[in-house]
């Protein structure tokens, strides 16, 4: 019989895996292989060329993160399991936003300003992402909504519980998804992405409190919407 399960619960068993080892390896390799490739993009973006729009590269990030949702979702239907096994328990909407908004604050407010003090400043490799004019503005925000959910989906609803199932500790599980996730950005530069597995690892505990992904794929858009627009 299958193992009910939902993302979450720290005093909860250890769950049944969501997809094969294979499946978890592969989706690695591909999570690597974008990685290799943001920073190969990030350094050929030095080029003093100025760049016409960041539009077509803005949907391109969007199409990559739907095909990582994509490929999850092969795995999990696989072994039986349906997409809201991966994005947990509802909650209520109104609970859910609260605490999303009191995630983000704290790793607006609180976390990156320790991390500053602790690591100093920093220049980060993302210039050639961040939206200049309105019109880039404004697909940012799209970008910054498919982020949250599809990253709280792969990394949070899918790694983390892989992660779990395979090692039977939730706490090595989140440390590992946390370093998986800071390794995908990697093109930022060694500090921004130590801060962003900081950033995952909190993701993470809110999964595992809330056993769901939808306050921290809220909070994880709204930070993502607030650092690329400057506010």
């Known amino acids: ?7 979450g ?5 250890v769950p049944a895996p969501l997809a094969t080892t294979r499946h978890l390896w592969r989706f690695l390799l591909i999570v690597t292989g974008i ?25 391109a ?30 909650s209520g909407i109104v609970l859910g936003a609260l ?6 604050a ?8 320790f991390l500053i003090n602790l690591l100093g400043r920093w220049s980060s490799n993302t210039g050639f992402l961040l939206p200049k004019t ?28 892989q992660l779990w199932s395979l090692t039977s500790s939730l706490p090595l599980a989140l440390v590992l998804q946390s370093i998986t996730f800071a390794l995908g950005h990697i093109y930022q530069g060694w500090k921004p992405a130590l801060v962003t597995g900081i950033y995952g690892l909190i993701f ?13 794929a809220l909070a994880h858009a709204l930070v993502d919407i607030i650092g690329g627009l400057g506010l």
Request: glycine letters at 10%; one cysteine or more.
């Open 1 to 7: 019989m299958r193992q009910e399960w939902i993302p």
């Open 9 to 13: 619960g720290f005093a909860d068993p």
């Open 204 to 216: 993470g505990l809110v999964a595992a409190w809330r056993r769901s992904i939808i306050p921290g």
């Open 35 to 59: 990685a290799a490739g943001m920073l190969l993009q990030a350094r050929g973006s030095s080029s003093p060329t100025p760049v016409a729009s960041r539009v077509p590269l803005y949907f």
């Open 61 to 90: 990030l969007i199409a990559v993160e739907l095909v990582l949702v994509w490929f999850v979702s092969i795995g999990v239907r696989a072994r039986g399991y349906k997409l809201i096994d991966v994005i947990g328990r509802r």
């Open 99 to 104: 605490i999303a908004i009191a995630t983000a």
């Open 134 to 161: 309105m019109s880039e503005s404004l697909v940012w925000i799209l970008v910054s909504l498919c982020a949250g959910g599809c990253e709280e989906f792969v990394y949070r609803g899918y790694l983390q519980r």
């Open 106 to 113: 704290l790793l607006r407010l609180v976390i990156s300003p």
